[in-house]
T-cell receptor, first 115, second 111 residues
Framework: DGGITQSPKYLFRKEGQNVTLSCEQNLNHDAMYWYRQDPGQGLRLIYYSQIVNDFQKGDIAEGYSVSREKKESFPLTVTSAQKNPTAFYLC??????????????FGSGTRLTVV | LAKTTQPISMDSYEGQEVNITCSHNNIATNDYITWYQQFPSQGPRFIIQGYKTKVTNEVASLFIPADRKSSTLSLPRVSLSDTAVYYCLVAWDTGRRALTFGSGTRLQVQP
């Protein structure tokens, strides 16, 4: 059953710690994305990758880092430089091909809380 | 990417038909119109996509006039479980593009 898996579902971070959020997909999608969502708000793009070993900054990349060593995996590290990391983090992967367009498939999200 | 405008919120009652309109005046020739649904604490879910005229699936219908400058998502006979945020996006090859999701339309269905 194809899909996109985020883990963990809930994550607690102490001040000054780096934490890594996992995102894995078995949809054979080239493109993967990380979004942040704050309460009552829309989604804001953090980083995206359209091919293995390449990624670009989104609108709010400061304090975050990513890697794309495998097509299936796109982990997000929230560093201590991110001053307000408490949020809901969503990973997505994108279908391929022109013409008929399949949009994104999203994971179920990771809720990160600073304690 | 085409800018979209949709209402911030809508209220309805169970059993009613709900229509959410999205304006996209500068839609390009290659652009598709895609709608997503998001429940609290979940990722958005693709619900319907269209290019022109009418598209219908098991969840919703999408109406697109000839000039394609707007589109209307229609949810027939809503239930409490349709309470969610609905996002309208306009772009081509959206699976491989970094997209901006606005605040969407927050639909509240009352009993």
């Amino acid at each position: 059953d194809g899909g996109i898996t985020q883990s963990p579902k809930y994550l607690f971070r102490k001040e000054g710690q780096n934490v890594t959020l996992s995102c894995e997909q078995n949809l054979n999608h080239d493109a993967m994305y990380w979004y942040r969502q704050d309460p009552g708000q829309g989604l804001r793009l953090i980083y995206y990758s359209q091919i293995v070993n390449d990624f670009q900054k989104g609108d709010i990349a400061e304090g975050y880092s990513v890697s794309r060593e495998k097509k299936e995996s796109f982990p997000l590290t929230v560093t201590s430089a991110q001053k307000n990391p408490t949020a809901f983090y969503l990973c997505a992967s994108g279908g391929q091909g022109l013409g008929r367009d399949y949009g994104y498939t999203f994971g179920s999200g990771t809720r990160l809380t600073v304690v | 990417l085409a800018k979209t405008t949709q209402p911030i919120s809508m209220d309805s009652y169970e059993g009613q038909e709900v229509n959410i309109t999205c304006s996209h005046n500068n839609i390009a020739t290659n652009d598709y119109i895609t709608w997503y649904q998001q429940f609290p604490s979940q990722g958005p879910r693709f619900i319907i996509q269209g290019y022109k005229t009418k598209v219908t699936n098991e969840v919703a219908s999408l109406f697109i006039p000839a000039d394609r400058k707007s589109s209307t998502l229609s949810l027939p006979r809503v239930s409490l479980s349709d309470t969610a945020v609905y996002y309208c996006l306009v772009a081509w090859d959206t699976g491989r593009r970094a997209l901006t999701f606005g605040s969407g339309t927050r639909l509240q269905v009352q009993p």
